[in-house]
T-cell receptor, first 111, second 113 residues
Framework: QKEVEQDPGPLSVPEGAIVSLNCTYS??????FMWYRQYSRKGPELLMYTYSSGNKEDGRFTAQVDKSSKYISLFIRDSQPSDSATYLC???????????FGQGTTLQVKP | DGGITQSPKYLFRKEGQNVTLSCEQN?????MYWYRQDPGQGLRLIYYSQIVNDFQKGDIAEGYSVSREKKESFPLTVTSAQKNPTAFYLC????????????FGPGTRLTVL
């Protein structure tokens, strides 16, 4: 079993839809949770960062962490075609300096 | 203009040849990382370095080697011992102790012919 599980999709939604992306994990020591966005043939860019449980909002993006369920989510409101990309979740325990990544979910937002 | 640069963007090599991928950062970050990305898979850690002249193996270090002689540079050599080297290689850097500062370079796509 992988430490971090993420449905690879693809996920296709119409423009304006609310998108929900999720990851589950097995290591209860994870404390730092990140979402990266990766456009085709580019390096990932950090989208959201959360420490421990709770919600964090940044514009159209909301990250949620539920440590009791070992489940994290990224919500995208009013999705745009420019949001079409692969979204990777990543986690770290303590300050090991080592991120563990999910497989990535490919999202397509259709105009 | 601060950031991470990787070169070349595309690289082709014949089987049996070693090849070195370049990674340079001007962010003054202490730690640097090399990841490999295959289609449909997440990023897998090859090697990382938290300080100059020191580095550790990641999850898939076999067939790879690195050096960290300068803070801003962390080259990766893909040796002929790596059985399946065709992949997208990503370099990253961050401040030690600051998970929220991990940034990636644009990547190098290596194809073995």
């Amino acid at each position: 079993q992988k430490e971090v599980e993420q449905d690879p999709g693809p996920l296709s939604v119409p423009e304006g839809a609310i998108v929900s992306l999720n990851c589950t994990y097995s290591n209860s020591a994870f404390q730092y949770f990140m979402w990266y966005r990766q456009y085709s043939r580019k390096g990932p860019e950090l989208l959201m960062y959360t420490y421990s449980s709770g919600n964090k909002e940044d514009g159209r993006f909301t990250a949620q962490v539920d440590k009791s369920s070992k489940y994290i989510s990224l919500f995208i409101r009013d999705s745009q075609p420019s949001d079409s990309a692969t979204y990777l979740c990543a986690m770290e325990s303590g300050n090991t300096g080592k991120l563990i990544f999910g497989q990535g979910t490919t999202l397509q937002v259709k105009p | 203009d601060g950031g991470i640069t990787q070169s070349p963007k595309y690289l082709f090599r014949k089987e049996g040849q070693n090849v070195t991928l370049s990674c340079e950062q001007n962010l003054n970050h202490d730690a640097m990382y090399w990841y490999r990305q295959d289609p449909g898979q997440g990023l897998r850690l090859i090697y990382y370095s938290q300080i100059v002249n020191d580095f550790q193996k990641g999850d898939i270090a076999e067939g790879y080697s690195v050096s960290r002689e300068k803070k801003e540079s962390f080259p990766l050599t893909v040796t002929s011992a790596q059985k399946n080297p065709t992949a997208f290689y990503l370099c990253a850097s961050r401040n030690s102790g600051r998970t929220d500062t991990q940034y990636f370079g644009p990547g190098t796509r290596l194809t073995v012919l």
